[in-house]
Nanobody, 126 residues
Framework: EVQLQASGGGLVQAGGSLRLSCAAS????????IGWFRQAPGKDREGISH????????YYADSVRDRFTISSDNAKNTVYLQMDSLKPEDTAVYYC???????????????????WGKGTQVTVSS
């Protein structure tokens, strides 16, 4: 059975850090692109960071570049999102999703992914 399990969210003060994990089962993250998306109340879902399993290529949205770092541990079949220098505007539900193959990362859209995990809430207080 294919599953994606996002975890690691929580409440943190502005300037703090969190590390989100996206644990996959039923497929190998090395054969997929894994994307992190987030949705804040009243806003559209936003793709923020993606990684391509085949070659390790990464993508960051402007809103998180230089603050967030995506990485993959193929042995653990898990993708991580290290979030530093968090801001109140980072408050959202964060989702991970998987797309088979080696897609063009800047053009990954949530609705175009193959598998989705349940979200994890990140709340950044000011």
């Amino acid at each position: 059975e294919v599953q994606l399990q996002a975890s690691g969210g929580g409440l943190v003060q502005a300037g703090g850090s969190l590390r989100l994990s996206c644990a996959a089962s039923g497929f190998s993250v090395g054969d997929y692109a894994i994307g992190w998306f987030r949705q804040a109340p009243g806003k559209d879902r936003e793709g923020i960071s993606h990684i391509r399993g085949g070659d390790g290529s990464t993508y960051y949205a402007d809103s998180v570049r230089d603050r967030f770092t995506i990485s993959s541990d193929n042995a653990k079949n898990t993708v991580y999102l290290q979030m530093d220098s968090l801001k109140p505007e980072d408050t959202a539900v964060y989702y991970c999703a998987a797309k088979r193959g080696s897609p063009y990362l800047p053009m990954l859209y949530y609705d175009g992914m193959d598998y989705w995990g349940k979200g994890t809430q990140v709340t950044v207080s000011s």
